[in-house]
């Protein structure tokens, strides 16, 4: 059980105080504004070093406050105890963000993975089934990112690569292209390897629990890579270069790269057609929430270990029997984090090792 305590300084509108977690199961409950969502926000920054809801640090400090403060104590399952410790100071060009683990001060984001898995359930998920191709490929991404610390480099590297190719395209540098597509090339294939893999696994995975939760057979993800050799095979480096010259023209005269996994397709199908377009709302959403479940096995079965769940209200728009097929399906977890909405019968949730606090104005109070 990893959170014994979590003592946020002004973080959003939050107060001061160490709230104690000790519980396998904790629930906030409240009206919409209270803080319910901050306090799993409070949670995800400690184990991620960065917000779910803001890409702005500067957003979390309180209004009128030039810094805060996240102070965690933790334990694993093993009864290893760690703090982590996280300060955000605003100044006046820029923020400042320190963060230590065990008093050791972190110099990389990546250093705080595998130390206290999240997966986050909220209603922005809706976007991996109805959202852009870039939301898509982030879900892929970030669950191969909970653990697998390889990944986060070589995306770092193709971005970088991407990024300095498209300058080369735009200002008509085109002598650097030839050392640039190298570059593309070699991070590129790597990502394309672990996305194909991740969703093979994805697929033995998500289908099954789809079909528990709404009696639909047959859903699946594919991937659609932006190289590729055919509908199964992933090319080899030889034919990727030919792919990546084809379109050495036209992207000359567009100035950004045309071909790569920065342009790689995920859909949802069924029976060979795509889901997606035909599905009603709630099946769109479940898609969204089963996602969020199959990402949690998939963690574990990376890792074997057992992730902490975060739900943010994403059970009110499901009637009481789906409600009741989705938490009976929710995958081992170490810990669960919920947040309902005053009225929500989290009765029929609950157990002996359930906590729950109700949330008003940013103070909390165990009931």
Not at 176 to 189: E, F, H, P, R, S
Not at 238 to 263: F, K, Q
Not at 273 to 289: D, E, H, I, K, M
Request: aromatic content about 10%.
């Amino acid at each position: 059980m990893p959170f014994l305590s979590l003592n946020p300084v002004n973080f959003r509108n939050l107060k001061n105080e160490t709230i104690d977690l000790l519980a396998r199961e904790v629930y906030f409950t409240g009206e919409n504004g209270q803080g319910k969502s901050n306090l799993l926000e409070a949670l995800y920054y400690s184990a991620y070093g960065a917000s779910f809801r803001t890409r702005a640090d500067s957003e979390i400090i309180r209004n009128s406050e030039s810094a805060c403060a996240l102070h965690t104590l933790y334990r694993e399952e093993n009864g290893s105890t760690h703090t982590t410790s996280i300060k955000i100071i605003r100044n006046a060009n820029k923020i400042d963000k320190k963060i230590e683990k065990d008093g050791k001060i972190l110099h990389d984001r990546k250093e705080l993975i595998n130390t206290m898995p999240c997966v986050l359930y909220n209603h922005d998920d809706l976007d991996f089934a109805v959202g852009s191709p870039e939301r898509r490929r982030f879900f892929i991404d970030q669950s191969l990112s909970m653990y697998d610390v390889l990944y986060i480099d070589v995306m770092r590297r193709y971005k970088r690569v991407l990024k300095n190719r498209n300058l080369s395209l735009k200002n008509k540098a085109f002598d650097l292209i030839d050392t640039y597509d190298a570059q593309l090339v070699q991070n590129g294939i790597e990502i394309q390897k672990k996305r194909n893999d991740a969703v093979f696994s994805f697929n033995q995975i998500f289908g099954r629990l789809y079909e528990e939760v709404t009696g639909i057979d047959g859903v699946s993800i594919r991937y659609c890579p932006s190289w590729k050799k055919n509908a199964e095979v992933l090319p080899s480096p030889s034919e990727v270069y030919d792919i990546v010259h084809s379109h050495r023209e036209a992207e000359r005269v567009m100035g950004t790269t045309l071909t790569g996994p920065h342009r790689d397709r995920i859909v949802f199908v069924r029976k060979g057609s795509a889901f997606v377009p035909t599905a009603s709302t709630g099946q769109r959403r479940l898609l969204a929430l089963i996602l969020r479940t199959a990402q949690a096995v998939f963690y574990t079965h990376a890792t074997s270990k057992k992730p902490v769940l975060l739900m943010d209200d994403v059970l009110l728009e499901l009637d009481p029997e789906k409600r009741r097929r989705v938490t009976t399906l929710l995958p081992d977890y170490d810990q669960l984090f919920c947040t309902f909405l005053p009225g929500e019968p989290y009765e029929h949730y609950k157990t002996d090792a359930t906590r729950v606090y109700s949330i008003e104005k940013g103070n909390w109070k165990q009931i």
